[in-house]
T-cell receptor
Framework: SAVISQKPSRDICQRGTSLTIQCQVDSQVTMMFWYRQQPGQSLTLIATANQGSEATYESGFVIDKFPISRPNLTFSTLTVSNMSPEDSSIYLC?????????????FGPGTRLTVL | AQSVTQLGSHVSVSEGALVLLRCNYSSSVPPYLFWYVQYPNQGLQLLLKYTSAATLVKGINGFEAEFKKSETSFHLTKPSAHMSDAAEYFCAVSENSASKIIFGSGTRLSIRP
């Protein structure tokens, strides 16, 4: 398994500002993903964080709004830029361990973001 | 493209009754299928997964799911509901062991005393 921590756990931000969320894993992982869970909704994949190269974004998500970094095999950041109230969500990091069997992804505890 | 459809955004059963949460998938390749549970204000936890081995998959907390290719279904069941089963349940699909997971819309399970 993998133990995942996210910082901050929650934040309240003003419209127009940006927030960077950190995801740290206790072991090296092959893949890292960022999801968004809007209030009362399911999880939507934002992007796959690629180590050493640009992230791969899903339809409807762009790098300018959600820049992602992944400098190594255990750490990634997601920035929510120029925030609006519609960005209020839980943002979750998930990982696929190096020794994962059957593609079991592990999820972080999430970052609860409220934009005023 | 892969997708999952969960029938019923909200299911309510009596304590001790059978739990049945429905999930149908769409995939152009043999899928990997998952059920995740999210308890109120908590993170996601894997209940069980299907990876092309046995079609009947047993998970944690007494849950199990059966992969039926002919019906493109992967319904989640539990013989006897417990109050602690109240949560949001997500069915999910992926293409292979190294690809992204796509989630269904979720089903909220309520348990009546």
């Amino acid at each position: 398994s993998a133990v995942i921590s996210q910082k901050p756990s929650r934040d309240i931000c003003q419209r127009g500002t940006s927030l960077t969320i950190q995801c740290q894993v206790d072991s090296q992982v092959t893949m890292m993903f960022w999801y968004r869970q809007q209030p009362g909704q399911s999880l939507t994949l934002i992007a796959t964080a690629n180590q050493g190269s640009e992230a791969t974004y899903e339809s409807g998500f762009v790098i300018d709004k959600f820049p992602i970094s992944r400098p190594n095999l255990t750490f990634s950041t997601l920035t929510v830029s120029n925030m609006s109230p519609e960005d209020s969500s839980i943002y979750l990091c998930s990982v696929l361990p190096l020794a994962g069997l059957g593609n079991e992804q592990f999820f972080g505890p999430g970052t609860r973001l409220t934009v005023l | 493209a892969q997708s999952v459809t969960q029938l019923g955004s909200h299911v309510s059963v009596s304590e001790g009754a059978l739990v049945l949460l429905r999930c149908n998938y769409s995939s152009s390749v043999p899928p990997y299928l998952f059920w995740y549970v999210q308890y109120p204000n908590q993170g996601l936890q894997l209940l069980l997964k299907y990876t092309s081995a046995a079609t009947l998959v047993k998970g944690i907390n007494g849950f199990e799911a059966e992969f039926k290719k002919s019906e493109t279904s992967f319904h989640l069941t539990k013989p006897s509901a417990h109050m602690s089963d109240a949560a949001e349940y997500f069915c999910a699909v992926s293409e292979n062991s190294a690809s992204k997971i796509i989630f269904g819309s979720g089903t909220r399970l309520s348990i009546r005393p």
